[in-house]
């Protein structure tokens, strides 16, 4: 897929720190119970760690219990990326964000109780957040 954001791998290892780096662009996953957005609760945006695309809007977050920030849906369906990922032995699916590539987490059918029935768990580190909406 053509991406808006291109960068070199330099680029985005010069702009990201190592963690943000490992997770945004290799697909590694923060520990659970780990990333400060877990447990905020503010109105505001989500948005991408490494282009500052806007992702999720707060009122979609939900506490999942999963350890990781949950959302039910994305600020629009064309804001992300969904891609099969059978990295792990299993069937998943991958998120990423439609504007540069960057791994956000994963998207799951067992959102009970929201709206849609999905959850977006997404890596705190792969996200920003600004408040106010």
């Known amino acids: 897929m053509d991406y808006e954001v291109t960068k070199s791998d330099a680029e ?3 702009e990201l720190s190592a963690e943000q780096y490992a997770v945004l662009r290799g697909a590694a996953t923060e520990r659970a119970w780990t990333g400060e957005l877990l ?3 503010r109105a505001g945006v989500y948005t991408c760690g490494a ?29 992300v990326e969904l891609l099969e ?5 299993v069937l998943r699916t991958e ?4 504007a540069c590539g960057s791994h956000l987490g994963h998207v ?11 959850r977006y768990c997404m890596n705190s580190i ?7 909406e």
């Not at 979609?60 to 849906?73: A, L, M, Q, V």
């Open 12 to 14: 985005w290892k010069a």
């Open 39 to 41: 447990d905020e609760g």
């Open 51 to 79: 282009c500052n695309a806007e992702l999720f809007k707060s009122g979609t977050k939900f506490d999942s219990g999963c350890g990781w920030p949950s959302f039910y849906e994305s600020v629009r369906p064309e804001a």
């Open 85 to 89: 990922d059978r990295s792990l032995g």
């Open 95 to 98: 998120v990423r964000c439609a």
């Open 108 to 118: 799951f059918d067992d959102g009970f109780g929201t709206p849609t029935g999905d």
């Open 126 to 132: 792969s996200l920003n957040f600004t408040p106010g």
